[in-house]
């Protein structure tokens, strides 16, 4: 293995050695708490005028915002968890993705609860009406996805693409390597929103763009497995999940109602792909098995045959 993916392994392996650590576990819950906390003190702050015009200008009056905040740092923390995974095992990471997916639904349908103004809630069929349909759609949805990840799950079949040590250690490796680039695109993605909302007060579409990313990952993650496997259900089950998250991204960039409704379909379809996969690929193994042992008999007679016509020795 080379210096360069000794050394990426080395990163890789620390920050994951730390995130999964004590220390790091008690920072994310004080990070979320203070975060939501700060939230609802600056909100009401600006309610009451106490805030400085140029801080006030950026905060809003609804208190509702800042579950949103503990929301989306909350999905922050996930999507570390799930860049990380993808050095495990692609199906996992493919669960994952769904995983975050059903909490940014959970998380939309917190968010409408800022189209009500007044508090406590108060709304009827002339209004609000709407963004109670989008609550309830919203957290179906993801109730409903949830549910399909057990399923997805209890129907993985983890089977090496690799044929001996030294390979799986490339591959593992090159897997690492892909998911620190993530964390970097990660990191500088999460510093770039936070600056337009602060500065330019222009909201950036974080997840959307995360998950645009994890297409060309996902991608590039299948072409890097042909080095070791190109055995059609291995492909066509790696290729399938991507294809689950250009679904996903579909979903967040849709309309409402139907967004969700293209998510849960997203999620019907990496369970099938599973499903299959788990019914063709010890079918797929077993006709590959009687091909090479056909190809090893009919070598076999061959030889004998032309021993035959070569007669005995003289």
Same mark, same amino acid.
């Given at each position: ?6 050394? %990426? ?23 979320? *708490? ?6 609802? +003190? ?37 999507? *570390? ?24 639904? *959970? ?13 406590? *809630? ?112 291995? +492909?066509?089950?790696? %290729? ?50 009687? %091909? ?23």
């Amino acid at each position: 293995m080379s210096v360069f993916f000794r050394f %990426s392994n080395k990163l890789f392996d620390a920050f994951e050695s730390w995130w999964e650590g004590d220390a790091a576990r008690q920072m994310v819950a004080y990070v979320l *708490i203070g975060g939501f906390l700060v939230a609802l +003190v600056a909100i009401e702050a600006k309610r009451q005028g106490v805030l400085p015009p140029s801080a006030a200008a950026s905060v809003s009056t609804n208190h509702f915002v800042a579950i949103d905040v503990a929301f989306t740092l909350f999905l922050v923390v996930e999507i *570390i968890g799930l860049v990380l995974g993808l050095a495990t095992s692609v199906a996992d990471t493919a669960g994952k993705q769904f995983e975050l997916f059903s909490l940014i639904l *959970i998380r939309r349908s917190f968010k409408e609860l800022v189209k009500f103004d007044e508090e406590p *809630i108060q709304w009827s069929f002339e209004a609000g009406r709407e963004a109670v349909q989008l609550v309830v759609v919203d957290a179906t949805g993801a109730l409903f996805i949830f549910l399909t990840i057990g399923f997805f799950y209890t129907l993985q079949r983890h089977q090496p693409i690799t044929q001996n040590q030294e390979q799986r250690l490339r591959f593992v490796a090159q897997k690492k390597l892909v998911s620190n680039v993530l964390l970097l695109v990660l990191a500088g993605l999460g510093l770039y929103t936070v600056f337009s909302a602060l500065v330019t007060g222009e909201e950036v579409p974080f997840f959307n763009t995360f998950y645009t990313v994890l297409i060309f990952s996902d991608i590039l993650i299948v072409l890097i497995s042909l080095r070791y496997s190109t055995t059609y259900h291995m +492909v066509f089950r790696n %290729s399938g999940y991507a294809a689950a998250t250009v679904m996903i991204r579909l979903a967040l960039a849709g309309p409402e109602y139907w967004g969700t409704v293209l998510g849960v379909i997203a999620s019907l379809f990496n369970v099938g792909v599973a499903a299959a996969y788990s019914y063709v690929a010890p079918a797929a193994e077993a006709s590959a098995q009687r %091909s090479k042992e056909r190809k090893a008999h009919r070598e076999g007679t061959e030889g004998e045959q032309a021993a035959q016509e070569s007669g005995p020795p003289l």
